[in-house]
């Protein structure tokens, strides 16, 4: 069982950073591959990072060279550097935690969710 406690959302303005932390419980965090997704209002829930145990990391296109994910396995947390936000970065972000065997896209192959923590980009 894994534990995961978004924080660092905020409103900000387009061009700004902002960056998102995920807290993990548990013992075992070095055994999941870990990623963010977000959710804009009435959209599905998309694909945005994640970085697997080898700490190889993989982006969706529209936020490629923008944004980094990162992970302390000592610390059992994974960040996401957002940089050069913009207002279609508008969305919840949720933080997520896999036992897939590497990377990862679709949210069916997620085995925790956090609770999600709120990113708005203002023009």
């Known amino acids: 069982q894994v534990q995961l406690v978004e924080s660092g959302g905020g409103l900000v303005q387009a061009g700004d950073s902002l960056r998102l932390s995920c807290a993990a419980s548990?013992?075992?965090?070095?055994?999941?591959?870990m990623g963010w997704f977000r959710q804009a209002p009435g959209k599905e829930r998309e694909f945005v990072a994640t970085i697997t145990r080898a700490y190889r990391t993989n982006y969706a296109d529209s936020v490629k060279g923008r944004f980094t994910i990162s992970r302390d396995n000592a610390k059992n947390t994974v960040h996401l550097q957002m940089d050069s936000l913009k207002p279609e970065d508008t969305a919840v972000y949720y933080c997520?935690?896999?036992?897939?065997?590497?990377?990862?896209?679709?949210?069916?192959?997620?085995?925790?969710w956090g609770q999600g923590t709120q990113v708005t980009v203002s023009s």
């Open positions: 548990g013992r075992t965090f070095s055994n999941y591959v």
């Open positions: 997520a935690a896999s036992m897939a065997n590497g990377d990862y896209r679709l949210p069916s192959l997620v085995n925790y």
